[in-house]
């Protein structure tokens, strides 16, 4: 598929475009990341994405591990050590973007160094995902935008300001097929901070298209991002939240990934198209249960019609509301009983 038509397929206003974020859930296991695979397919989402970097390019020796990863169970130092363990080769990311060829689902991943942006595009990866700790780091970025590929850009931890600069370097670049995803970074991210609004934000400020990488516990968030119009989701799954690892404890189990999908496909067709009229499934009531011209009493022929003989009541086959003023003073043209409905045909 050219990546103008994957562009247009993720922006898409009556398909949410669902990514199951697998990231770093695999622990580093090749078979675990397949399973994964196959159940971000069964559940029916859209891409299933993963992480690429070069661990000892991307993380000194001297970074400790977050809060987060501190509580996670993993028996590490460094972030550099904890991360080291999760790092694919190119040759795993091979056999992983096989499989979801084979399983007909999008292999995604964010990319964190200059080196795997080019492994990827050597690979044919179709779509590239920057990860929000790098919406402030312009060689990458720029690196990124020119191997012309849609891009979907994380804005956790960002002012207005920096996104702004980062769109900017891109569209510089001659890249302009970017998806803005708001995002909160904190694992999880608590629900009274997620400020979902802050996509319409993003929406006005940069007229370009938005969704939603989604940090918090349960899908609640989700399903509000999509009903305030997140064209994107993106949520972390795991197999099983008490895996050892950073992220486990934050992502939705097998079950809940599903659900999740088959709850925002419910919202999808619910939005519409924004478009205010007469739905087929109103068509059978819409006599039923609207009003029309009826006669309070038996009304001889010829007999003047007047507020006295006639009021309105169901069903709506008759002279609309909006109409009675014009047979008031009007003759009627045959006998008509109380009750019986008062149709044009009958007035002189």
């Known amino acids: 598929m050219h990546s103008s038509s994957i562009y247009e397929k993720i922006c898409s206003c009556n398909h949410v475009f669902i990514i199951a974020e697998a990231g770093v859930n695999h622990n580093?296991?090749?078979?675990?990341?397949?399973?994964?695979?196959d159940v971000a397919k069964s559940a029916g989402c859209d891409a299933v994405k993963f992480?690429?970097?070069?661990?000892?390019?991307?993380?000194?020796?001297?970074?400790?591990?977050?809060p987060y990863q501190q509580t996670s169970g993993i028996n590490a130092s460094s972030q550099l050590e904890m991360v080291k363990r999760l790092e694919f080769s190119e040759a795993e990311h091979i056999e992983l973007m096989n499989y979801c060829s084979k399983q007909d689902i999008l292999f995604l991943s964010s990319v964190f160094d200059e080196d795997s942006v080019d492994m990827l595009q050597r690979l044919g990866v179709k779509v590239f995902k920057i990860p929000s700790g790098e919406i402030?780091?312009?060689?990458?970025?720029?690196?990124?935008?020119?191997k012309r590929r849609p891009i979907l850009l994380s804005t956790g931890m960002s002012t207005l300001n920096e996104i702004a600069e980062a769109v900017n370097a891109i569209s510089l670049c001659g890249n302009n097929e970017i998806v803005l995803l708001h995002c909160v970074s904190a694992y999880p991210a608590p629900i009274?901070?997620?400020?979902?609004?802050?996509?319409?934000?993003?929406?006005?400020?940069f007229s370009l298209p938005v969704g939603f990488s989604d940090h918090t516990?349960?899908?609640?968030?989700?399903?509000?991002?999509?009903?305030?119009?997140?064209?994107?989701?993106?949520?972390?799954?795991?197999?099983?939240?008490?895996?050892?690892?950073?992220?486990h404890k934050a992502s939705l189990e097998p079950e809940e990934l599903r659900h999740m999908v088959e709850v925002l496909?419910?919202?999808?067709?619910?939005?519409?198209?924004?478009?205010?009229k007469l739905c087929p499934c109103e068509k059978e009531n819409v006599m039923l249960v609207r009003k029309s011209?009826?006669?309070?009493?038996?009304?001889?022929?010829?007999?003047?019609?007047?507020?006295?003989?006639?009021?309105?009541?169901?069903?709506?086959?008759?002279?609309?509301?909006?109409?009675?003023k014009k047979i008031i003073g009007c003759t009627a043209k045959v006998d008509i009983k109380a009750d019986e409905i008062v149709t044009w045909e009958k007035v002189l």
């Open 217 to 247: 516990e349960g899908i609640v968030a989700s399903v509000a991002a999509v009903a305030l119009g997140a064209q994107v989701i993106e949520k972390h799954f795991t197999l099983d939240k008490n895996m050892e690892g950073p992220d």
């Open 51 to 66: 992480q690429s970097f070069k661990a000892e390019k991307v993380i000194s020796q001297q970074a400790s591990l977050a």
């Open 136 to 146: 402030t780091n312009i060689p990458l970025l720029c690196h990124i935008a020119c």
């Open 265 to 276: 496909r419910l919202i999808e067709k619910a939005i519409g198209d924004g478009e205010k």
């Open 28 to 37: 580093g296991s090749l078979d675990t990341a397949k399973k994964m695979i």
């Open 293 to 324: 011209v009826v006669a309070v009493k038996d009304i001889a022929k010829g007999q003047i019609f007047s507020k006295e003989n006639i009021t309105l009541k169901r069903p709506g086959y008759g002279i609309q509301p909006s109409d009675m």
């Open 192 to 205: 009274e901070e997620v400020n979902l609004k802050a996509m319409n934000t993003l929406k006005e400020r």
